[in-house]
Nanobody, 123 residues
Framework: VQLQASGGGLVQPGGSLRLSCVVY????????IGWFRQAPGKEREWVLC???????NHADSVKGRFTTSRDNAHHTVYLQMNSLKPEDTAVYYC??????????????????WGQGTQVTVSS
């Protein structure tokens, strides 16, 4: 299973970006997807996740601003980021874990990771 994240870039505060994560090598239906980010000099942090059934959980820092959705037919998960702030600047990663036993839950760890895409929020 391979993941490829894309869609990052430079955006002004208050702006929006949509990241994509394409999953190759397996059907997306069986995988929960997590989004993580890592800012310079900081540890990687969990941002949000989407279960196999489409349920989502968010970190408090992004609640009300970031949403995620999945398009299993196109092997793609999206991260919509609105009202971006400078503190959202980071490399964003998507990760996958086969998680069919708990279709409405998200796992605590992920086996497969994408390469990351840079998001910079600055004026």
């Amino acid at each position: 299973v391979q993941l490829q994240a894309s869609g990052g870039g430079l955006v002004q505060p208050g702006g929006s970006l949509r990241l994509s994560c394409v999953v190759y090598g397996s059907t997306l239906d069986d995988y929960a997807i997590g989004w993580f980010r890592q800012a310079p000099g900081k540890e990687r942090e969990w941002v949000l996740c989407i279960s196999t059934a489409g349920s989502t959980n968010h970190a408090d820092s992004v609640k009300g601003r970031f949403t995620t959705s999945r398009d299993n037919a196109h092997h793609t998960v999206y991260l919509q980021m609105n009202s971006l702030k400078p503190e959202d600047t980071a490399v964003y990663y998507c990760a996958a874990q086969r998680y069919t036993r708990y279709p409405r839950g998200c796992p605590r760890s992920y086996e497969y990771w994408g390469q990351g895409t840079q998001v910079t929020v600055s004026s």
